[in-house]
């Protein structure tokens, strides 16, 4: 299926006062992160990447156990999108940390994997995941995303 | 204005060959589509970010199945990373043999790993041929059409 061509600015922008939402993309692939960045760059969203779920949860202002709710860019992510399959921390983990923590957890977190196993698939959206999406990422699911993610219609 | 028609038509005859071939797939097409002014060299950044990955873990998965007592679960992880870069760029044959290299890395299938080892190189020096021309061939266009 062909994607549609990218148009210069979408109307969502301007119903949200012009403030373009911050996501926070995880992914241990470089190829990856350099796609959903451009992706999500693409869909007018302002992109911090993380290469790992405890960089992710620093950046967050998560790091530790006690949360500190004014350091770094915690407060002002509108979204996360996270790679399932990470070494380590996996994105499943990650979700759970953000989740459970009392200022990040009203934020959506979107889980991407190559791989779409029913059981991993629930057991994300069981733990509260915005949506699950199978990679390879193509513009038309990023612009589905954060459509969403900014309430327009249609 | 003939030599531009004729580059033109030789890049998209081999652009179409590349995919008919089954070298290159949609993937390949959406990374095409984000291009534009503000990233005009979007498609050769990401591609050759993927050479020198793919290279990398070659050579480590290489290294892994040398060693004495072999970590399948490492050369595994190696594959996995290599499937999911080739997948994200489009690069379909490189992607199907990673597919098939991971059944025998979960059999511990030393022979079966070893041999489709070169088979993915194979797969990844002829993609990454193919690449280096069809990007020749688009400058070569670029700099006849500003001639």
């Known amino acids: ?154 | 204005m003939d030599g531009v028609v004729h580059l033109r038509k030789q890049l998209v005859d081999y652009s179409a060959s590349l995919f008919q071939e089954g070298f290159l797939d949609d993937q390949f097409t959406q990374l095409q589509q984000l291009q534009d002014e503000s990233n005009p060299d979007f498609v050769v950044e990401v591609v050759t970010l993927f050479f020198e990955d793919a290279e990398r873990l070659l050579n480590e998965i290489a290294k892994a199945l040398g060693q004495g007592s072999i970590d399948f679960k490492r050369v595994d992880a190696h594959v996995h990373q290599l499937k999911g870069s080739s997948s994200s760029i489009g690069a379909q044959r490189v992607q199907k043999v990673c597919i098939a290299f991971r059944s025998y890395c979960e059999e511990q299938n030393v022979e079966g790993c070893l041999k489709i080892l070169q088979q993915v190189k194979e797969e990844y020096w002829l993609v990454k041929n193919k690449l280096e021309t069809l990007f020749k061939m688009e400058q070569q266009l670029l700099a006849a059409g500003d001639s």
């Open chain 1, 1 to 154: 299926m062909a994607s549609s061509s990218s148009s210069s600015s979408p109307n969502w922008v301007m119903e949200n006062n012009g403030v373009m939402p911050h996501v926070l993309a995880v992914d241990d692939n470089l190829i990856d992160r350099k796609l959903v960045e451009k992706l999500l760059k693409n869909s007018s969203c302002k992109v911090t990447t993380a290469e790992n779920g405890p960089r992710a949860l620093e950046l967050l202002g998560l790091a530790s156990d006690e949360e500190n709710t004014l350091k770094g860019t915690g407060s002002k992510v509108n979204m996360i999108i996270t790679d399932y399959c990470m070494p380590g921390m996996t994105g499943y983990e990650l979700l759970k940390k953000i989740k459970k923590s009392s200022i990040m957890k009203e934020v959506p977190v979107v889980i991407m994997s190559s791989e779409n196993i029913p059981t991993r698939v629930n057991k994300c959206l069981e733990e509260g995941a915005q949506m699950f999406i199978q990679k390879p990422l193509k513009q038309s699911d990023v612009k589905k995303l954060t459509c969403q993610l900014m309430n327009c219609r249609g």
